[in-house]
């Protein structure tokens, strides 16, 4: 990748941090992480929106940003997708690495790094040539004009928050909310049918790091006692996770229906919109199902709950894994489990990191939300999320 020279900065002398600045008519954001890592910032893109409402905001993100936001009502004005670079994305099959840096003809009165630690984050930000950027800052990254330091564990929607509070951009809520199109809700219905009164429920058992993953087999008991309670239950995959929503499909004994591949993001988000209850493993559709509005019951590790779990319990309810130790050689892991990718990995072992999660008590909260959604209480409306 080759990284062009910053142009030169317009902008008036920055007001004091904290403050709101004047003459911001372009704002970049990079994050370009994966679905749920997009859900997290969310909260900060409409205290930005908020804070600049006539200013542009450039997402600078990956394809699947750029697929999920076209044409979506938000805070984000467009979506450009960042070249492939090791820190900051991975190439999608067929793309290659590499590319020009920053794009040609761009300029930016702000850009603000909401996209990790800042060690390969910050440069990419500085080069964008905006004479103010803002961002995290680890040990190992260099700095911006305005930084808050990365801490790991922090609730990653508050973390974000912060950072755009150094330009003055008030949280105006602190839940991760994503709009509904209608379009989205057409692909849903177009695949599994029009709403027929029937609670629908998503059991979701893949994550893309195995340690994040619940047994199948609780899977199934779940949604065993979702079906007796009278829900519609669908398993729902992508298409590496095929084997592991057939298993969960198998091992029921009441009919599920196996979704897999057959739904575009927005597909997945008119789905969870429509459903009574999501059960997840932490997850990216765990966290889109929230910002849509479904009822959640997630399964996550201790230390990826204190930083990405919801604040809020009226619909949802996250279910914590306390093991630390790795369960094939019993070393302290909780150094590699996401915080350190840089340091030294204590082990190699890939095992679920989340089993000792008893099936009882996803069950009963499943259960639970399944109830207060049939008593009205708590129950999402499609129509109140601004469905156009």
Same mark, same amino acid.
Request: proline share 11%; net charge negative; aromatic share 6%.
């Given at each position: ?12 002398? +920055?007001?004091? $941090? ?15 992480? $994966? ?18 409402? #006539? ?5 600078? !993100? ?10 979506? %009502? ?16 991975? +190439? ?44 995290? /800052?680890? *040990?190992?990254?260099? *700095? ?5 330091? @990365?801490?790991? @564990? ?5 973390? @974000? ?29 177009? &695949?599994? !049918? ?14 893309? #790091?195995?340690?994040?993953?619940? %047994? ?6 779940? !949604?065993?006692?979702?079906? #007796? ?55 990216? +559709? ?40 790795? *369960? ?9 489990? @996401?915080?350190?990718? #840089?340091? *030294?990995?204590?082990?190699?072992? /890939? ?35 601004? &469905? %156009?």
């Amino acid at each position: 990748m080759t990284m062009a020279s910053p142009r030169p900065a317009t902008l008036a002398e +920055p007001a004091p $941090a904290g403050a709101r600045q004047s003459g911001v008519a372009r704002i970049a954001v990079l994050r370009a992480n $994966a679905l749920g890592d997009f859900m997290f910032s969310l909260p900060a893109l409409d205290a930005l929106r908020a804070a600049y409402p #006539d200013a542009e905001i450039t997402l600078f !993100g990956g394809p699947m940003h750029a697929r999920l936001m076209a044409g979506r %009502p938000g805070p984000v004005d467009r979506v450009l997708v960042v070249p492939p670079s090791p820190g900051i994305r991975e +190439p999608e099959p067929g793309e290659s690495p590499g590319g020009e840096w920053p794009p040609p003809g761009e300029r930016f009165d702000l850009a603000v790094q909401l996209h990790g630690g800042g060690r390969n984050a910050n440069p990419f930000v500085r080069a964008l040539g905006a004479p103010l950027t803002v961002g995290l /800052r680890a *040990p190992d990254a260099p *700095p911006l004009d305005r930084w808050i330091p @990365y801490v790991y @564990y922090q609730p990653e929607v508050f973390r @974000y928050l912060e950072v755009v509070g150094l330009v003055g951009a008030r949280p105006v809520g602190h839940e991760p909310g994503l709009a509904v199109t209608g379009q989205d809700l057409l692909e849903a219905n177009a &695949v599994v !049918g029009e709403p027929t009164g029937t609670p629908r429920v998503v059991l979701h058992p893949g994550a893309s #790091d195995t340690r994040r993953r619940w %047994p199948t087999t609780r899977f199934a008991e779940v !949604g065993d006692a979702l079906a #007796d309670a009278g829900a519609e239950v669908l398993v729902t995959g992508t298409a590496p996770e095929r084997q592991l929503v057939d298993e969960v499909v198998t091992a029921m004994r009441a009919p599920a229906r196996a979704l897999v591949g057959e739904l575009s993001l927005g597909g997945l988000a008119g789905l969870s919109a429509g459903a009574t209850v999501v059960v997840a493993n932490d997850t990216g +559709p765990l966290h889109l199902a929230a910002a849509v509005g479904a009822g959640t019951v997630g399964i996550y590790w201790i230390g990826n709950l204190i930083n990405g779990a919801p604040m809020s319990r009226q619909r949802h309810r996250p279910i914590a894994s306390w093991t630390v130790d790795c *369960p094939q050689c019993g070393v302290n892991c909780t150094g590699d489990l @996401y915080p350190a990718r #840089d340091l *030294p990995q204590p082990c190699d072992h /890939r095992p679920s990191f989340v089993a000792d999660v008893p099936a009882v008590e996803v069950r009963d909260a499943a259960l639970e939300l399944l109830a207060l959604s049939a008593e009205g209480e708590g129950l999402h409306d499609v129509e109140a999320l601004g &469905v %156009p």
